[in-house]
Protein backbone atom coordinates (compact mmCIF):
# COMPACT_ATOMS: atom_id res chain seq x y z
CA UNK A 1 0.00 0.00 0.00
CA UNK A 2 1.07 3.52 -0.80
CA UNK A 3 1.06 6.23 1.92
CA UNK A 4 2.13 9.31 1.18
CA UNK A 5 3.87 10.92 3.69
CA UNK A 6 5.15 14.10 2.02
CA UNK A 7 2.74 16.51 -0.49
CA UNK A 8 4.39 16.72 -4.28
CA UNK A 9 8.07 15.94 -4.45
CA UNK A 10 9.26 13.70 -1.35
CA UNK A 11 10.28 10.07 -0.13
CA UNK A 12 6.44 7.99 -0.38
CA UNK A 13 6.72 5.03 2.20
CA UNK A 14 5.67 1.76 0.25
CA UNK A 15 4.85 -1.48 2.22
CA UNK A 16 5.30 -4.58 0.51
CA UNK A 17 7.64 -6.38 2.34
CA UNK A 18 11.53 -6.69 1.54
CA UNK A 19 10.77 -6.65 -1.88
CA UNK A 20 10.71 -2.18 -2.03
CA UNK A 21 12.26 -0.08 -0.01
CA UNK A 22 11.22 3.11 -0.62
CA UNK A 23 9.21 5.49 -3.41
CA UNK A 24 10.40 8.86 -4.56
CA UNK A 25 7.64 11.10 -6.02
CA UNK A 26 8.75 12.99 -8.70
CA UNK A 27 7.88 16.03 -10.57
CA UNK A 28 9.42 17.57 -13.23
CA UNK A 29 9.83 21.96 -13.62
CA UNK A 30 11.21 23.16 -17.19
CA UNK A 31 13.92 25.42 -16.83
CA UNK A 32 16.80 27.26 -18.50
CA UNK A 33 19.81 28.57 -17.17
CA UNK A 34 21.02 31.87 -17.65
CA UNK A 35 24.69 32.80 -18.83
CA UNK A 36 25.75 36.09 -19.69
CA UNK A 37 22.01 36.93 -20.34
CA UNK A 38 21.35 34.41 -22.69
CA UNK A 39 19.94 30.63 -22.29
CA UNK A 40 22.80 28.83 -22.23
CA UNK A 41 22.85 26.23 -25.33
CA UNK A 42 22.88 22.21 -24.72
CA UNK A 43 20.12 19.62 -23.54
CA UNK A 44 16.74 20.80 -21.87
CA UNK A 45 17.67 21.98 -18.30
CA UNK A 46 14.69 19.84 -15.57
CA UNK A 47 14.32 20.95 -11.49
CA UNK A 48 13.52 18.28 -9.46
CA UNK A 49 13.24 18.15 -5.68
CA UNK A 50 16.48 16.75 -3.85
CA UNK A 51 14.57 13.27 -2.81
CA UNK A 52 14.42 12.78 -6.60
CA UNK A 53 18.16 12.71 -7.23
CA UNK A 54 17.92 9.09 -5.51
CA UNK A 55 16.61 7.95 -8.57
CA UNK A 56 19.81 8.43 -10.79
CA UNK A 57 20.92 8.18 -8.48
CA UNK A 58 22.99 11.34 -8.30
CA UNK A 59 25.79 11.81 -5.35
CA UNK A 60 27.19 15.12 -4.06
CA UNK A 61 30.27 15.72 -5.29
CA UNK A 62 30.92 19.15 -3.66
CA UNK A 63 28.67 21.28 -1.16
CA UNK A 64 25.79 20.44 0.06
CA UNK A 65 21.90 19.27 -0.44
CA UNK A 66 19.31 22.32 -0.76
CA UNK A 67 18.31 23.89 2.11
CA UNK A 68 16.89 27.28 1.65
CA UNK A 69 14.11 28.03 -1.07
CA UNK A 70 17.05 29.86 -3.52
CA UNK A 71 19.61 26.78 -2.63
CA UNK A 72 20.22 24.53 -5.76
CA UNK A 73 22.66 21.42 -6.48
CA UNK A 74 23.55 21.73 -10.21
CA UNK A 75 24.25 18.63 -11.72
CA UNK A 76 27.95 18.46 -12.65
CA UNK A 77 27.39 19.09 -16.50
CA UNK A 78 25.43 21.87 -16.31
CA UNK A 79 27.87 23.25 -14.20
CA UNK A 80 31.03 22.65 -16.13
CA UNK A 81 28.68 23.91 -18.74
CA UNK A 82 27.77 27.26 -17.55
CA UNK A 83 30.94 27.48 -15.61
CA UNK A 84 29.56 27.69 -11.99
CA UNK A 85 31.08 26.58 -9.00
CA UNK A 86 29.50 25.92 -5.19
CA UNK A 87 28.36 28.91 -3.89
CA UNK A 88 28.12 31.08 -7.34
CA UNK A 89 24.59 32.38 -8.33
CA UNK A 90 22.82 30.90 -10.98
CA UNK A 91 20.21 32.52 -12.96
CA UNK A 92 17.17 30.13 -13.71
CA UNK A 93 14.05 30.93 -15.91
CA UNK A 94 11.04 28.91 -14.78
CA UNK A 95 8.08 29.84 -16.90
CA UNK A 96 8.98 33.04 -18.10
CA UNK A 97 10.24 34.60 -14.81
CA UNK A 98 14.49 34.50 -14.33
CA UNK A 99 15.26 34.02 -10.48
CA UNK A 100 18.59 34.03 -8.95
CA UNK A 101 19.31 31.26 -6.78
CA UNK A 102 23.00 29.93 -4.99
CA UNK A 103 24.63 26.67 -6.29
CA UNK A 104 24.80 25.04 -2.81
CA UNK A 105 25.93 21.58 -4.07
CA UNK A 106 27.11 19.95 -7.71
CA UNK A 107 25.69 16.55 -7.84
CA UNK A 108 27.17 13.56 -10.48
CA UNK A 109 24.84 10.92 -11.75
CA UNK A 110 26.19 7.28 -11.98
CA UNK A 111 26.27 7.42 -15.72
CA UNK A 112 26.49 10.27 -17.51
CA UNK A 113 23.34 12.07 -18.81
CA UNK A 114 23.19 13.29 -22.83
CA UNK A 115 19.75 14.19 -22.80
CA UNK A 116 18.99 16.41 -20.55
CA UNK A 117 20.59 17.85 -17.48
CA UNK A 118 19.35 18.43 -13.46
CA UNK A 119 18.31 20.96 -11.56
CA UNK A 120 17.86 20.30 -7.29
CA UNK A 121 15.69 22.70 -5.23
CA UNK A 122 14.56 21.55 -1.80
CA UNK A 123 11.62 19.35 -2.15
CA UNK A 124 8.99 22.16 -1.00
CA UNK A 125 10.79 24.77 -3.66
CA UNK A 126 10.58 22.25 -6.72
CA UNK A 127 6.53 21.62 -5.67
CA UNK A 128 5.91 26.03 -5.28
CA UNK A 129 7.60 25.96 -8.89
CA UNK A 130 5.71 23.27 -10.25
CA UNK A 131 2.76 25.35 -9.31
CA UNK A 132 0.42 22.60 -8.77
CA UNK A 133 0.09 21.54 -4.94
CA UNK A 134 0.06 18.19 -4.14
CA UNK A 135 0.44 16.79 -7.72
CA UNK A 136 3.17 14.79 -8.79
CA UNK A 137 4.68 13.48 -12.51
CA UNK A 138 5.79 9.93 -11.58
CA UNK A 139 6.99 7.30 -8.75
CA UNK A 140 10.30 5.71 -8.43
CA UNK A 141 10.06 2.69 -6.55
CA UNK A 142 13.77 1.70 -5.18
CA UNK A 143 13.68 -2.20 -4.67
CA UNK A 144 15.82 -4.47 -2.64
CA UNK A 145 18.22 -6.29 -4.76
CA UNK A 146 17.06 -9.45 -5.85
CA UNK A 147 13.47 -7.97 -6.38
CA UNK A 148 11.31 -9.05 -9.60
CA UNK A 149 9.99 -5.75 -11.17
CA UNK A 150 7.35 -7.12 -12.99
CA UNK A 151 5.86 -9.06 -9.49
CA UNK A 152 6.07 -5.88 -7.75
CA UNK A 153 4.67 -3.82 -10.45
CA UNK A 154 1.86 -6.79 -10.58
CA UNK A 155 0.92 -6.10 -6.55
CA UNK A 156 1.02 -2.06 -7.25
CA UNK A 157 -1.11 -2.02 -9.61
CA UNK A 158 -3.83 -4.30 -7.63
CA UNK A 159 -3.26 -2.00 -4.43
CA UNK A 160 -3.95 1.31 -6.77
CA UNK A 161 -7.06 1.57 -9.02
CA UNK A 162 -6.24 2.97 -12.25
CA UNK A 163 -1.84 3.04 -12.16
CA UNK A 164 0.13 2.42 -14.65
CA UNK A 165 3.12 1.05 -13.92
CA UNK A 166 6.64 0.40 -15.72
CA UNK A 167 9.70 -1.62 -15.87
CA UNK A 168 12.72 -2.30 -17.53
CA UNK A 169 13.16 -0.50 -20.86
CA UNK A 170 9.52 0.79 -20.81
CA UNK A 171 10.37 3.00 -17.69
CA UNK A 172 11.58 5.63 -20.46
CA UNK A 173 8.05 6.35 -21.58
CA UNK A 174 7.97 8.14 -18.28
CA UNK A 175 10.91 8.66 -17.05
CA UNK A 176 12.77 12.53 -16.52
CA UNK A 177 16.13 11.18 -16.10
CA UNK A 178 18.21 9.14 -19.26
CA UNK A 179 16.99 5.65 -20.08
CA UNK A 180 18.22 2.82 -18.11
CA UNK A 181 20.26 5.11 -15.31
CA UNK A 182 17.45 4.72 -13.22
CA UNK A 183 17.61 1.28 -10.62
CA UNK A 184 13.99 2.01 -9.50
CA UNK A 185 10.62 0.82 -10.49
CA UNK A 186 8.24 3.86 -11.92
CA UNK A 187 4.39 4.20 -11.53
CA UNK A 188 2.66 7.11 -13.04
CA UNK A 189 -0.54 8.19 -11.54
CA UNK A 190 -3.28 9.33 -14.86
CA UNK A 191 -3.74 13.03 -15.65
CA UNK A 192 -0.89 14.11 -13.36
CA UNK A 193 -2.77 13.63 -9.87
CA UNK A 194 -1.58 12.19 -6.64
CA UNK A 195 -1.90 8.52 -5.66
CA UNK A 196 -5.26 8.08 -3.75
Known amino acids: MLDESHQGAGILTVEY ?33 WSAAALAPF ?9 AAHDVVLGSDLTQRAGLARGDTVTLVIGSK ?13 SSLDRQSAVFFTDDQAARLYGTSGKIDAV ?5 KGTRADGLADRIQKAVP ?14 TLDVGQMQAFVSRWPARSAPP
Do not use: C, M, W
Not at 98 to 110: I, K, L, N, Q, Y
Not at 162 to 175: K, L, P, Q
Open 59 to 67: TLRSGTRPQ
Open 162 to 175: GVVTYTGDDRSDVE
Open 140 to 144: GVLVS
Open 17 to 49: GRSAESAVGDISVRTAVLKKGSVLNGPPVYGHG
Open 98 to 110: PTSFRVSGVAEPD
